[in-house]
């Protein structure tokens, strides 16, 4: 049988938010893009978001207003554009959990909360409110702390994906690496499959962390890939009311982050990351949710949370390589060093997938990768397509 070769603009590879966005806004520039995801699109770390979409201030606690603060502190604006229909990328049919966020401290830090929101840097991401304008499960007698509404937001990851994914659902196929493979011709790369090669202008990994196996596979060392490892925390209970907020204690990072979700039968799960999932890392399941009931029970011990369910989650934040392992400072697009023609991509977290796209249309422009292919995608239409990756808080409580 006679092998076909499909030039295309873009070949994707990785279906989780970065290499959904980056379809979806290639595409509606004009590029001929199609994206290839080996299980499910959003799998492991994207559907492990807890769908916050911050303008940075939990990094701005540890007191440096850095560069990163200033391009996270503009993606809020753009996702609600986006959310509205004005944006790059059409999200009018994803769901939004909440329209706000909160952080909240105890009353020891006020002092220090009060002066630092205080300052002109600050104005307009952060919002003190009076106790009546407080979140249900802050509104009893016995809070003494402050709480704050900030400018982030938060959506529904699932439905996210899902809206991604639909906008261009042509372009988007299973990949099987038992009979598909990544090759170098030349100083190019191409991408091997059964039927056809596919040979793009640019090649695009966003395959989280799975970049590194095909950084790898292409023979290449760079850009070099770190995993930040933590464990969330996943509690089913019988509380309706929903959370989503920062709670802020003696630590520049949140010491605990409440996100509020329901299970396919609509019962309500808390989702607890922050200092608790970081510093939780090593301990063992049993052990972290022992932390969990204990910060629960002292930071909100009004609350009945009823008969509750406990499960942990292991998740690798997958990120460039930085010299002392620390959280990178923005979103990452880097060359793969033994071919001329592939992109290594990196949002390092999910608000600034949008930040993410925009760099990798200026690399392609600035290299003169315009639009110029129209593939045949039947040529594809064999390899079927992934479904939508399962929420945790569906799949961990079965």
Not at 87 to 99: E, F, H, M, Q, Y
Not at 148 to 171: C, E, F, G, K
Not at 238 to 255: D, K, L, Q, V, W
Request: net charge neutral.
């Amino acid at each position: 049988m006679e092998k076909h070769t499909l030039h295309t603009d873009i070949a994707i590879i990785g279906g989780g938010i970065a290499g959904l966005w980056a379809l979806n806004q290639l595409r509606n520039g004009g590029y001929s893009a199609i994206l290839f995801e080996q299980k499910a699109l959003g799998s492991d770390q994207t559907i492990g978001s807890q769908g916050m979409i911050h303008g940075g201030i939990k990094y701005a606690l540890s007191g440096v207003w850095s560069g990163d603060s200033h391009t996270i502190s503009a993606m809020p604006a753009i996702w609600r554009a986006c959310l509205a229909g004005t944006g790059k990328v059409d999200l009018r049919a994803c769901k939004i959990l909440s329209d706000d966020f909160y952080l909240w401290s105890s009353a020891s830090l006020q002092s220090r909360l009060t002066s630092f929101f205080a300052s002109k840097m600050l104005r307009g991401h952060v919002e003190k409110l009076k106790a009546a304008d407080y979140p249900a499960p802050l509104q009893a007698s016995a809070f003494r702390g402050q709480v704050y509404r900030l400018i982030d937001l938060v959506l529904d990851v699932p439905s996210l994906v899902q809206t991604l994914s639909n906008q261009h659902r042509q372009a988007i196929f299973s990949i099987d690496w038992h009979s598909a493979s990544l090759r170098r011709e030349g100083d190019r790369a191409t991408l091997a499959l059964p039927h056809c090669t596919v040979v793009p202008q640019r090649l695009l990994l966003t395959a989280g962390s799975g970049n590194e196996a095909l950084i790898s596979a292409l023979g290449g060392a760079t850009p070099a890939m770190q995993r930040r490892p933590l464990q969330q925390v996943l509690v089913k209970h019988r509380y309706r009311e929903n959370f989503f907020a920062h709670c802020i204690g003696g630590s520049p990072s949140p010491r605990l982050t409440i996100s509020s979700h329901r299970t396919r039968a609509d019962e309500p799960v808390w989702y607890l990351g922050g200092d608790l999932a970081t510093e939780g890392v090593d301990d063992d399941p049993d052990q972290l949710i022992d932390k969990a009931r204990r910060e629960l029970t002292e930071l909100l011990p009004w609350i009945d949370l009823g008969r509750t369910q406990w499960r942990t989650l292991r998740l690798d934040r997958a990120e460039p390589r930085q010299s002392t392992l620390l959280r990178p400072d923005s979103a990452f697009v880097g060359k793969v060093d033994t071919v001329d023609n592939t992109l290594a991509a990196w949002p390092t977290k999910l608000a600034l997938s949008p930040d993410l796209a925009d760099e990798i249309q200026r690399q392609l422009v600035a290299d003169n990768i315009l639009p110029r292919h129209q593939p045949d995608l039947s040529l594809l239409q064999s390899m079927g397509q992934p479904p939508i990756a399962a929420a945790y808080w569906d799949t961990l409580f079965q």
